[in-house]
């Protein structure tokens, strides 16, 4: 098994972007509470990231199943399709950085 992760997936990430924020989150979230950021702020900029990690190669794992699912589109119309989602997912994560009460407003009402 272990051969075919690196022969099939030489130039590729080993982990996945859910098992590495598991890996990951554990020893960043001290340092995020240290420095005085929220941590609901935290997850929504997360969640943000992973999804951009999952529709940029070298994984792009939603872009390999949408070719699954639709065989006779050629993978440069997908990645094409996909460039307003991730011109909008990085605009958000510039908007979430620059103003981090975008993602506090609705759990501040609670």
């Given at each position: 098994m272990i051969r075919q992760i690196f022969s099939r997936r030489s130039n590729?990430?080993?982990?996945?972007?859910?098992?590495?924020?598991?890996?990951?989150?554990?020893?960043?979230?001290?340092?995020?509470?240290?420095?005085?950021?929220?941590?609901?702020?935290?997850?929504?900029?997360?969640?943000i990231v992973l999804e951009v990690g999952l529709i940029t190669p070298p994984v792009g794992l939603n872009v390999f199943v949408l070719k699954a699912a639709a065989p006779t589109v050629p993978m440069t119309v997908i990645f094409r399709g996909i460039l307003p989602f991730l011109l909008s997912a990085f605009l958000a994560i510039v908007l979430l950085t620059i103003f981090?009460?975008?993602?506090?407003?609705?759990?501040?009402?609670?």
């Open positions: 590729r990430s080993l982990l996945e972007r859910s098992a590495s924020m598991i890996l990951t989150v554990p020893i960043i979230f001290p340092v995020i509470e240290a420095m005085q950021f929220d941590p609901i702020w935290f997850g929504v900029l997360m969640v981090p009460q975008i993602a506090l407003f609705i759990p501040s009402m609670m």
